[in-house]
């Protein structure tokens, strides 16, 4: 039976053997001198050997985000591998990619594996055993999707930094380090729980990058990624994809068409018109001040947003109605643990 890891265990770096990783000191102009440059698995979008976290509610199709840049990588030369933790429709959702994007691509060409069922990457011994399946392939992986963060950490409490951090911690040495490559971790996040945003403060604090998708609008297909933090890089202009239903050409045994979804590039949505409405004018006004005194803070947890609604008289079902504005308005965005709040939209 699987153990699962010790925090400290996490934390330490060691080598295969136990033994301690060796310390080397290197003299600062030979750093400088090597003039390193990004190393694009996406140009512009994600980096090589970066930990990143792609996050957002429900139902913004996160999964067919991170299945949309890996097809990319992989048709790019880089080869990768996806967890898919809820298995079920990988198939269908490549098919539509491939049907949609690159009909003529032989798939058998694509350096891209899968696993179709979750693991518990808290326990070192799956930890282990996926490390060494991933060693046993004919191509050394230049990226790692795992989809999603709930059904790879079995166990784990979400509101536990330390937890949080611990598994963070070992993706990057096992993964990352270790096999030299992206990890790309699809999370949930933007729920409005108020009792989760403890935890997801270590998700958000912890990775080289963050990519955070958003619908604006709940019933539309459009939906956008903004990348809130990456190491030196720029801020990325907000990448837009639409959801469109394929057919792939065939039926099922109850005679009906098989279909999926398979994401193209749009137009970022318009900015809503601003409200008008007191609630909203309230709540803009408050989060003016709160901005004048996090003036170096661009996020703001669940529970800080909603104690300001609070505070401004809004009762509990007029909180959801102001927050959906403000998303639509890109007032906030959903973010891991809460809203990333942009000020000059206020």
């Given at each position: 039976?699987?153990s ?73 030369g ?9 298995g ?66 079995t166990g ?5 930094n330390?937890?949080v ?6 993706l ?19 729920h ?26 709940p019933?539309?297909f ?27 050409g ?8 098989v ?14 018109a ?23 803070e ?6 800080d ?31 891991v ?10």
């Amino acid at each position: 039976m699987s153990s699962n890891i010790d925090i400290p265990d996490l934390q330490k770096r060691i080598d295969g053997n136990g033994a301690a990783r060796p310390v080397i000191l290197r003299h600062i102009g030979d750093i400088v001198a090597e003039n390193r440059e990004p190393d694009w698995l996406i140009h512009k979008i994600i980096e090589r050997n970066v930990l990143a976290v792609l996050a957002g509610p429900r139902g913004t199709f996160k999964s067919f985000i991170a299945l949309d840049w890996s097809m990319r990588m992989a048709l790019e030369g880089h080869a990768g591998v996806i967890l898919s933790g809820e298995g079920a429709g990988l198939d269908r959702r490549v098919a539509a990619w491939i049907n949609t994007h690159r009909e003529s691509t032989d798939l058998a060409d694509v350096p891209l594996v899968a696993l179709e069922r979750p693991l518990n990457l808290t326990a070192i011994a799956e930890m282990m055993a996926l490390v060494d399946a991933i060693k046993g392939l004919p191509q050394e992986p230049a990226f790692i999707v795992v989809d999603t963060f709930s059904k790879f950490s079995t166990g784990l409490d979400e509101n536990d930094n330390g937890e949080v951090a611990a598994f963070l911690s070992g993706l990057s040495e096992h993964l990352r380090e270790d096999l030299h490559c992206t990890v790309l971790l699809v999370a949930h996040s933007g729920h409005g729980d108020v009792q989760r945003p403890r935890g997801a403060s270590s998700l958000m604090s912890n990775p080289d990058a963050e990519y955070i998708v958003s619908r604006p609008d709940p019933q539309g297909f459009t939906v956008t990624v903004t990348r809130e933090r990456f190491k030196d890089a720029p801020a990325m202009p907000p990448l837009a994809y639409e959801a469109k239903v394929i057919d792939l050409g065939r039926l099922d045994r109850y005679g009906d068409p098989v279909t999926s979804l398979a994401l193209i590039t749009a137009d970022a949505p318009p900015l809503s018109a601003r409200g008008k409405g007191r609630n909203q004018a309230k709540v803009i006004i408050a989060l003016k001040e709160w901005t004048r005194s996090h003036p170096t803070e661009s996020h703001i947890t669940s529970m800080d947003i909603r104690g300001i609604c609070k505070n401004q008289g809004l009762a509990r079902n007029r909180i959801g109605e102001v927050l959906e504005s403000f998303v639509a308005q890109q007032i906030i965005s959903p973010a891991v643990g809460g809203y990333s709040l942009h000020s000059e939209n206020l």
